[in-house]
């Protein structure tokens, strides 16, 4: 049995604090982003690789939480990669009702394949602009995937773990399981299921479904259903419906 407060009690925290459970997606802000790497390349590149991408999306959804008051929210990440090792940065607009009205986010790790199974060994750190002095929320998430390919249809798990569960002083782990089905070259469905733990506070599960389209080369459509196991906790943590779109140099 984990030790836990009142939902109330920890609803307070968070609004006193900033407003919702906080942030990164994948990558990194958006989850469904983060967890699944590029696949790696038919022969190594012996310089080191640039990209850039540019998200707008209906709103930010953390987790199955939203971060912008259920709002619309834009995202911008850059990722230099050499050979299997990776740095990144990126920065997302957030909403919770304190001054807090961005975020960023730094990220490092380590993608080899082994055995045919691709692994994302990395660490995450999410840090917030012009939030309050009394409040400090900057997180660190270490983090494992594993991906497989089986034909059309890629299965991966996913494991992230923070000591001290944005500002709270306890720790706190997220597991993601999530399918991604390829239909046709530039169209695939994919789902995920999560479950949040926090030593303090209430946990929660929540799974998204939705499907992904390349309209053309360097842009891409996602729409996608959220939802969690508490709407008790109020309409951050309901069902919401994402479109989004993005663009990647």
């Known amino acids: 049995m984990r030790k836990t407060m009142s939902a109330a009690a920890m609803a307070a925290i968070w609004l006193g604090a900033f407003g919702a459970v906080a942030a ?5 802000s958006m989850p469904q982003l983060t967890l ?13 690789q640039f990209s850039v991408n540019a998200t707008a999306a209906s709103d930010y959804i953390f987790r199955g939480v939203s971060q ?3 709002h619309p929210a834009v995202f911008g990440s850059a990722r230099v990669t050499d050979d299997a090792f990776y740095l990144g ?16 986010d730094l990220s490092a790790g380590w993608t080899p394949v082994i055995a045919g199974f691709r692994l994302d060994l990395g660490v995450i750190r999410y840090g917030y602009i012009d939030e309050p002095s009394h409040t400090h929320i900057d997180t660190l998430d270490f983090k494992g995937v594993v991906l497989h390919d089986f034909g059309p249809m890629t299965l991966a798990g996913a494991v992230f ?3 001290n569960y944005f500002g709270s002083g306890h720790d706190g782990e997220y597991y993601e399981g999530r399918a991604t089905y390829r239909i046709i070259d530039g169209l695939s469905v994919n789902g995920a299921l999560g479950r949040q733990l926090v030593t303090v506070g209430p946990d929660h599960t929540t799974w998204n479904a939705g499907v992904n389209y390349a309209l053309i080369k360097n842009i891409a459509l996602d729409l996608r259903y959220y939802d969690t196991s508490e709407h008790s906790l109020g309409s951050l943590y309901g ?3 994402v479109a989004s779109i993005k663009a990647s140099f």
């Open 89 to 104: 940065a990126g920065i997302e607009t957030v909403d919770f009702h304190n001054g807090t009205d961005a975020e960023y």
């Open 161 to 163: 773990y923070t000591p």
């Open 68 to 70: 912008t008051e259920n």
């Open 36 to 48: 699944t790497p590029a696949t790696p390349p038919d022969a190594p590149s012996t310089e080191p």
């Open 24 to 28: 990164p997606p994948d990558t990194s």
């Open 239 to 241: 069902s919401h419906y």
